[in-house]
Nanobody, 121 residues
Framework: QVQLVESGGGLVQAGGSLRLSCAAS????????MGWFRQVPGKEREFVAA????????KYADSVKGRFTISRDNAQNTVLLQMNSLKPEDTAVYYC??????????????WGQGTQVTVSS
């Protein structure tokens, strides 16, 4: 199992940047593909970005492509989401998630508690 804790959310103006961090517990972090998701009240949770076990392959939702960058540090059991050129529609609770082995945009087994990102216009 793996436990996930997100940090780095906050309030930022449109056009600004934030970096989210997800710290994972356990000694098997490198066995998990990692993802970021977000959810707005009243809507389904949506995929944002994912990264493979080694970090060599990434995948992004079309809505964030070119603005967000996902990365990981297996030595530090950490995954990051660098968010640039933020828009008000990026406002949501952002969740870190993990699934064994295969990078995907769904089917994640472990979730963090979420961190709020608010982008003002």
């Amino acid at each position: 199992q793996v436990q996930l804790v997100e940090s780095g959310g906050g309030l930022v103006q449109a056009g600004g940047s934030l970096r989210l961090s997800c710290a994972a517990s356990g000694r098997t972090f490198s066995r998990y593909a990692m993802g970021w998701f977000r959810q707005v009240p009243g809507k389904e949770r949506e995929f944002v970005a994912a990264i493979s076990l080694s970090g060599g392959v990434t995948k992004y939702a079309d809505s964030v492509k070119g603005r967000f960058t996902i990365s990981r540090d297996n030595a530090q059991n950490t995954v990051l989401l660098q968010m640039n050129s933020l828009k008000p529609e990026d406002t949501a609770v952002y969740y870190c998630a993990a699934r064994l082995r295969v990078l995907a945009d769904s089917g994640y087994d472990y979730w963090g508690q979420g961190t709020q990102v608010t982008v003002s216009s």
